[in-house]
């Protein structure tokens, strides 16, 4: 059973920057997806960002050229590096994980079986 723990949520101002990370625990196979969604307040959960084991990135929309996923393989970890943060972006952020999986990473949160707690971001204007 994988275990994922977020971390580095928290308050920004609108034009600001945070940066999330999420550990994983327990096995995981090494072709594998790690993603971030987010659920704000009456909406949906929605797919932020993914990565795969190789470095395949996949991006929604709203995110593309403010955020960035990486991952280090050797500790674990992946890393959402937000810049240029809008009050829109306030929500809770989820890492999910899907392992015995390759190709470029699915934004689609019935791909994923694996998620973390969340950690919430608030952006103000």
């Known amino acids: 059973q994988v275990q994922l723990a977020e971390s580095g949520g928290g308050s920004a101002q609108a034009g600001g920057s945070r940066r999330l990370s999420c550990t994983s625990s327990?096995?995981?196979?090494?072709?594998?997806?790690m993603a971030w969604f987010r659920q704000a307040p009456g909406k949906e959960r929605e797919g932020v960002a993914g990565v795969s084991t190789y470095g395949s990135t996949s991006y929604a929309e709203f995110v593309k050229g403010r955020f960035t996923i990486s991952k280090d393989n050797a500790k674990n970890t992946v890393y959402l590096e937000m810049n240029n943060l809008k009050p829109s972006d306030t929500a809770i952020y989820y890492c999910?994980?899907?392992?015995?999986?390759?190709?470029?990473?699915?934004?689609?949160?019935?791909?994923?079986?694996?998620w973390g707690q969340g950690t919430q971001v608030t952006v103000s204007s």
């Open positions: 999910s994980a899907r392992d015995y999986i390759v190709g470029a990473p699915s934004l689609s949160q019935g791909d994923y079986n694996q």
């Open positions: 327990g096995y995981m196979s090494s072709d594998n997806w």
